[in-house]
């Protein structure tokens, strides 16, 4: 499965571009593929984005692996502090009590 993440090219929150680039360096480093779709092209993708997370106001960025909804910044960010990257990136199916979302 490959990894999506929304997030927005014209975000007026310093918090969210610095979120954003933390998670797109973390995954150029680590060399995973992944695919970004930016919410701020089309209401559309906005919409889909809060669909899939099933939070009608979520804001990007937010992370999918497939269709599995891994989680936003905040559940990324401890999921690194934990060493369980694999679990929250959906990589490891063996475990599921301990996966995030």
């Known amino acids: ?5 929304y997030y927005s090219s014209v975000s007026g929150s310093r ?19 992944y695919k970004a779709l930016d ?6 993708i906005k919409q889909e984005m809060r669909q899939k997370t099933g939070n009608p106001t979520a804001m990007p960025p937010q992370i999918f692996n497939g269709e599995v909804y891994c989680g936003d910044y ?8 934990d060493r369980k ?6 990589a490891s199916s063996s475990k599921s009590s301990t996966a995030f979302c």
């Open 74 to 81: 905040a559940i990324f960010f401890q999921a690194l502090e």
């Open 1 to 5: 499965m490959a990894l999506t993440i």
């Open 15 to 33: 918090e969210v571009k610095q979120q954003q680039t933390e998670i797109f360096q973390y995954l150029d480093s680590m060399k995973m593929k």
């Open 85 to 90: 990257a694999d679990e929250f990136f959906k």
């Open 39 to 44: 919410i701020a092209v089309s209401n559309d």
